[in-house]
């Protein structure tokens, strides 16, 4: 299945990345940092993008980059949809460029500030929660256990629908810059003199001429598509011959397709192997 027609927006955490995590041009992500925290950038250096990689499955659906700017340490992710397991997946991975911003050998900063920044769609009972949502580690009591990390989390659905409302003229160009990350196609048409808003629609148009970025974003959604399906297959059913045989359960032609989506996606065969399932035996004999 080839999606060569579709338009990706920046609602797509590749295409969020490929935009925003670009150390050639930061101008578009300054602009957001400028008007959420209510200063001047003055320096901007990227992590490894690469640096919180756990497996394959989590790469191919998350978005995710690191960035110091000004003795702020910035984990920053694009969500597409809300899972129960989000928020402790995000720790986790906080938790990692936390660590290895304090190895063993490096003096602790207590000065600098680490902040998880979250932008994140379809949250439970969204039109009931704010606009911004800002997590602490502390007590009942509110009494911080540390100083220096925060959770900021953008409530994506609720922003897109009532920026236009804000008052707060700086929070109102934020908002309403957030607005546009999930714009559809026929928008990119509209004269715009933001210049915000302008990079971003040149930048979208750009990704989305590239064949070769299309494909592998429609293949790597044909993928997880996939994975999706084969899973509730055998959850589907496991409820009617037990829990125990029902994960067991699996097609091995979706496994076989799989594998073959991502030796075209250049992962290596022990990854394919954690993910399908198949042995290495197997897939050496797909390539």
Not at 30 to 39: K, Q, R
Not at 55 to 62: D, G, L, S, V, Y
Not at 85 to 95: A, E, K, Q, T, V
Request: aromatic residues 12%; glycine residues 4%.
């Amino acid at each position: 299945m080839e999606n060569v027609d579709k338009f990706y927006n920046a609602k797509n955490n590749k295409v969020f990345k490929a935009i925003f995590a670009d150390p050639a041009d930061t101008f578009l992500l300054e602009t957001l940092l400028n008007l959420t925290f209510n200063t001047k950038v003055k320096d901007i250096k990227f992590e490894n993008p690469e640096l919180l990689k756990r497996n394959i499955i989590e790469r191919a659906k998350t978005c995710d980059f690191i960035v110091h700017i000004d003795g702020k340490l910035l984990h920053i992710e694009l969500n597409s949809n809300y899972k129960k397991w989000l928020h402790l997946r995000n720790l986790n991975f906080f938790s990692t460029s936390f660590g290895k911003d304090t190895e063993i050998g490096k003096n602790y900063d207590i000065k600098k500030i680490f902040i998880n920044i979250d932008y994140t769609y379809k949250l439970p009972n969204s039109k009931n929660l704010d606009n911004v949502l800002i997590y602490t580690i502390e007590t009942d009591d509110h009494i911080k256990y540390v100083d220096n990390i925060y959770f900021v989390e953008f409530n994506m659905d609720r922003i897109k629908k009532e920026w236009y409302n804000v008052i707060e003229k700086r929070k109102r160009k934020l908002f309403y810059y957030l607005s546009k990350l999930d714009m559809e196609e026929e928008e990119l048409e509209i004269e715009e003199e933001d210049e915000f808003v302008k990079k971003l629609k040149e930048k979208l148009k750009k990704l989305n001429q590239n064949k070769e970025f299309v494909s592998f974003l429609s293949r790597e959604e044909d993928i997880e598509f996939q994975m999706n399906s084969e899973r509730s297959e055998g959850i589907d059913e496991g409820i009617n011959i037990g829990i125990n045989q029902g994960i067991n359960i699996g097609k091995n032609e979706g496994k076989i397709e799989i594998a073959k989506n991502m030796l075209q996606l250049k992962f290596d065969i022990n990854s394919i192997s954690k993910v399908t399932g198949l042995t290495l035996k197997e897939i050496e004999g797909l390539q």
